[in-house]
């Protein structure tokens, strides 16, 4: 598992090996937009302030990858035990 702060809503939740991030977000009830779930569309692309990515998803380019300040967060997770996102 590891740790998610959500910044603006001032919340830390944590994201257990059986469940995404997006799964643990809207579990706190803080809306996000989504749409495939499968890391495919890019509708829940979400800005990340710090943290290091473990990116699953199939939307963003190798450079994008390695910026490290944005992830799908209905696939990917954390390399760490904490992300910040910008949420
Ligand atoms: Fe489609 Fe996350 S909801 S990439």
Do not use: Y
Request: hydrophobic share 40%; aromatic share 2%; with cysteine.
């Amino acid at each position: 598992s590891f740790e998610v702060e959500l910044a603006r809503s001032g919340r830390t939740l944590v994201v257990s090996e059986d469940m995404s991030v997006l799964e643990a977000v809207e579990a706190a009830g803080v809306p996000v937009m989504t749409s495939c779930e499968e890391g495919i569309c890019g509708t829940c692309e979400t800005k990340v302030l710090s943290g290091e990515i473990d990116h699953r998803d199939s939307v963003l380019d190798d450079q994008e990858r390695a910026a490290g300040d944005t992830m799908m967060i209905c696939v990917s997770r954390a390399k760490g035990d904490r992300l910040v996102l910008d949420l």
